[in-house]
């Protein structure tokens, strides 16, 4: 057991990889302290669920309008300067967002616009963090690094929330800001410092790029399984992410500084279940099987969110954030893991871009119709509501869609190749270091 532990540790071997994970986390821990402290600042000005989760799609629907250009790109640009540029200009923003609640200009709409801005730059930037991932570690490491992945960016959902919360009592919401845009200055230094490879894929049109990423992602049955789901998921359950603060909102009874502690409790609750989960997804994966276990995390996220979902009291949240973060890590790593696996290496970029396509438009939309279902009949009957869905859809595809089950949970997928677009220029080798992915719910 102490050996298929150490297989969750292993991709940190690489000194790139452990490097820029090592930044990332200091990044992510900023990123969640602004998380935290843009959804208590909203819902405690306006008292109504469906800000928070605007406030939260302005952040992630960016991801599902800009993925593909930014997988395209990934396939053909160089991923240093792209990477470095880009958490500089998300620093920035984060620094007008800190100028802004400092001047007391806390509009929604204000707060809104410049989350959208930064929110669009990291949809732009995160297929090529992702795309060089299998680069960096063999395919046997390939569920573990994306378990540490998530990792990193569940325990700076951790570290973050605390942060946050005492950053907001101690010195205001500004300040919170003003961490999260130093912090990304550690990815910067972090990406500089290491050699990245080449894209595999030759230049050409953008939009003829873009037509054969989605024809390779469709001719691939376990990409195609994988990127479909993760959209089914996203739409129904992810909105509890966006709806934290909701929760928070019921169970501290209101209050800035109370709703900013609660919100944070619950943050730090789900990112502790998932850092939990990452550690334990490739000693689990090793015993039962990767497929296996990816069935075994959609079935029991349903039950999850419902034991969430009746909690009384803020304690009892807590508890069952922990475990619904727990199952959601190894939903989302098995999936993403999925793609990893069978995307064609030279179209990697493009079919990552498509996942996050479907994770980045599903998730807002979720969350915004589950918004004003909240301010209706509460966060825990619209909670308990979504997770009925779920558990139904999959258990009518799993008995009507065997084949599509077994696509992204069956261990013997046919690996077909995508049609070229044209001649590939060849991937090198010899990698020393790449971007871990920092994909998540809230950068």
């Not at 378990?147 to 919360?165: E, H």
């Not at 996050?356 to 939309?365: C, D, F, N, Q």
């Amino acid at each position: 057991m102490r050996l298929e532990a150490a297989a969750s540790l292993r991709p940190l071997r690489h000194h790139s990889f452990a490097l820029l994970w090592s930044a990332s986390l200091i990044s992510n821990v900023g990123s969640w302290m602004q998380t935290v402290a843009v959804g208590a600042l909203v819902i405690s000005r306006t008292g109504e669920a469906s800000w928070a989760v605007l406030v939260a799609a302005g952040a992630f629907l960016p991801i599902g309008l800009l993925s593909p250009v930014g997988g395209a790109l990934a396939d053909r640009a160089r991923r240093k300067p792209v990477i470095a540029c880009g958490n500089l200009v998300e620093g920035l923003t984060a620094v007008g967002l800190a100028i802004l609640v400092a001047a007391g200009h806390t509009s929604p709409l204000a707060l809104l616009g410049l989350v959208t801005v930064q929110g669009s730059v990291s949809a732009l930037i995160q297929p090529f963090s992702q795309a060089i991932l299998p680069d960096l570690v063999p395919r046997s490491e390939f569920l573990a690094a994306s378990s540490l992945n998530s990792a990193q960016w569940n325990a700076g959902r951790i570290a973050g929330p605390a942060l946050a919360g005492a950053t907001v009592a101690a010195f205001g919401f500004a300040a919170a800001f003003v961490a999260n845009a130093v912090s990304f200055l550690a990815v910067v230094v972090a990406v500089l410092s290491v050699r990245l490879s080449p894209p595999a894929g030759r230049p050409g049109s953008v939009l003829a790029s873009l037509r054969s990423g989605l024809g390779a992602a469709r001719s691939q049955p376990a990409c195609r399984a994988a990127i479909i789901t993760i959209g089914v998921v996203a739409l129904i359950a992810s909105p509890f992410i966006a709806l934290v603060p909701a929760m928070a909102l019921r169970l501290s009874g209101g209050g800035a500084t109370r709703v900013a502690a609660a919100t944070a409790a619950l943050t730090t609750a789900q990112g502790l279940g998932a850092v939990a989960g990452a550690l334990l997804m490739a000693p689990l994966a090793a015993r039962i099987g990767r497929g296996r276990l990816l069935c075994w995390s959609l079935t029991l996220l349903p039950a999850a969110l419902l034991i969430y979902a009746a909690a009384p009291a803020l304690w009892w949240g807590v508890a069952g954030l922990f475990l619904v973060g727990l199952v959601y890590l190894g939903v989302l790593s098995g999936l993403s893991t999925v793609v990893q696996l069978y995307a064609p290496q030279a179209y990697r970029g493009r079919v990552l871009s498509f996942f996050l396509v479907a994770l980045g438009v599903s998730y807002p939309i979720g969350a915004l119709v589950q918004g004003p279902i909240v301010d209706t009949i509460g966060i825990g009957w619209t909670t308990a509501a979504a997770a009925l869905l779920l558990a139904v859809i999959l258990t009518v595809v799993g008995a009507a869609r065997p084949g599509f089950a077994r696509a992204i949970t069956g261990p013997d997928n046919e690996i077909i190749p995508a049609p070229p677009e044209a001649p590939l220029v060849p991937a090198e080798t010899d990698v020393v270091g790449a971007q871990p992915c920092t994909c998540g719910p809230a950068k």
